[in-house]
């Protein structure tokens, strides 16, 4: 099963250029709803094996990105195509609701 991919200020820029869509969870290991979230996320790393990069970025160790992108609330899953964001998701919702967001870039 594939696992998340670690998302850091360090290889964003990399993760991007990607030729699949990209879902970031911004995250803590503080946050509750963050916790909540985590492992649907990491269900949706195995199941878009191939179709989609699935990554978390820890917005306590990698802060350029985070306000890069003006993330002020967690989680918060941005989803990018082509280097921009297309979608975006503030909350823990369920998985159908990332699921639909994912399947709508593929």
């Known amino acids: 099963m594939a696992k998340t991919l670690e998302i850091t200020d360090a290889n964003f820029e990399e993760v991007l250029k990607s030729a699949h869509p990209v879902l970031v969870d ?5 946050c509750g709803p963050c916790k909540m979230i985590g492992p649907i996320v ?3 790393a195995g199941e878009y094996e191939g179709k989609a990069v699935i990554g978390k ?3 306590d160790s990698n802060p350029e990105i985070t306000m890069k992108f003006g ?3 967690i989680p918060t899953l941005l989803i990018f195509k082509d280097g921009q964001i297309v979608d975006k998701q503030i909350g823990a919702v369920p998985k159908s609701v990332l699921s639909q967001k994912l399947e709508a870039q593929l």
């Open 71 to 73: 993330v002020r609330s």
């Open 57 to 59: 970025l820890d917005v």
């Open 26 to 30: 911004f995250w803590a290991e503080w």
């Open 42 to 44: 990491e269900e949706l």
